[in-house]
């Protein structure tokens, strides 16, 4: 039988892939610094998400077949989750990052999940109890923590760029995207959906990722360029979504929605073990409040 067959036995696997998908996400970032200079973004964005859905479309080829009818009616469901997920959560974090500092991505992506879980509750009718919105709180001020290195007065001292707003409206987006997987119930499982999406995302992608190929001044593709959209379609692309998805879909997009912390937390400690950063007590005590804060939102 297979391992998520019965419920309870997704229930465990989604309470670890809600551990495991910020963790994955962290590679996106390393991305997002390495680009400018070596891909244009929604090249990238286009290369990355056409890699992972031709590898989900044949791994999902039989149930994308036998649902073929019905996937086809709702294309335009599809097309909007694309849309949102991988061109302006995709594309435009990259843009954004060619201008503004991984602080400001931080603390401005620390707003996703509490709109994730204002909007479950509100729009899609999830319940959402105290000691789950207590947890969400104490894990957004623990990776504030984290993100000001311990000096919340280095907050009056952040200047915004116009990178920011472009990630503010990824953000938005994100936020978006995760309401509507929920709001929109599909029979595909989460591999099928996230391979819909991916061509959705890629048609999306393509009309401006066209105009960026076409400019003059364009960076000649090169060996990097290749390895970066390798390492984006597999790990933040295939990797992450998927195992955020199928989360999603089995815990509910309010307890899933505080994981996202965990992404500042394994930022540093993949700094520390790849980069050869120090790490510092600032990381410690905002561990100190995610992880537990993570705990008390996911719960039941």
């Known amino acids: 039988m297979p391992f998520a067959a019965t419920p309870e036995s ?20 390393l991305v997002a610094r390495t680009a400018p200079g070596v891909v244009q973004p929604h090249v990238l ?12 479309c044949f791994l999902a080829r039989d149930e994308l077949a036998r649902h073929g009818r019905h996937t086809l009616r709702v294309g335009g469901q599809y097309l909007v989750l694309g849309a949102l997920g991988m061109l302006v959560c995709g594309a435009w974090v990259y843009r954004g990052a060619q201008t503004t500092t991984a602080m400001n991505i931080a603390l401005i992506y620390a707003a996703s999940p509490v709109l994730i879980a204002l909007g479950a509750v509100v729009w899609l009718g999830e319940r959402f109890s105290w000691r789950q919105g207590l947890g969400v709180v104490v ?33 938005v987006s994100w936020a978006a995207y995760a309401l509507l997987q929920k709001k ?39 060996h990097a360029a290749t ?15 998927w195992a955020y998805g199928f989360a999603q879909k089995t815990l509910g997009a ?11 937390l394994y930022g540093g400690l993949t700094a520390w073990a790849v980069l050869g950063e120090p790490m510092g007590w600032h990381h410690v005590m905002g561990a100190a409040m995610i992880l537990p804060g993570i705990y008390m939102a996911s719960r039941r």
């Not at 964005?45 to 989900?56: C, K, P, Q, T």
């Not at 999406?197 to 992608?205: A, H, I, M, P, R």
């Open 10 to 29: 997704r229930q465990r696997l989604a309470l670890m892939l809600l551990w495991v998908a910020p963790a994955l996400w962290t590679v996106n970032y």
């Open 45 to 56: 964005a286009l290369g990355r998400w056409a890699l992972a859905g031709a590898i989900l």
């Open 139 to 171: 894990a957004m001020l623990g990776v504030t923590h984290v993100v000001v290195k311990g000096q919340w007065l280095r907050l009056s001292q952040v200047q915004w760029v116009v990178g920011d707003g472009w990630i503010v409206v990824a953000m």
């Open 184 to 222: 929109w119930p599909s029979p595909l499982g989460a591999t099928a959906r996230l391979a819909a999406t991916c061509v959705g995302g890629v048609v999306s992608l393509l009309p401006f990722a066209a105009w960026e190929w076409l400019q003059t001044d364009r960076p000649a593709w090169s």
């Open 227 to 241: 390895g970066l959209v390798v390492v984006a379609g597999l790990v933040p692309g295939v990797g992450a979504y």
């Open 254 to 264: 309010s307890r899933v929605a505080a994981s996202l912390y965990l992404g500042p």
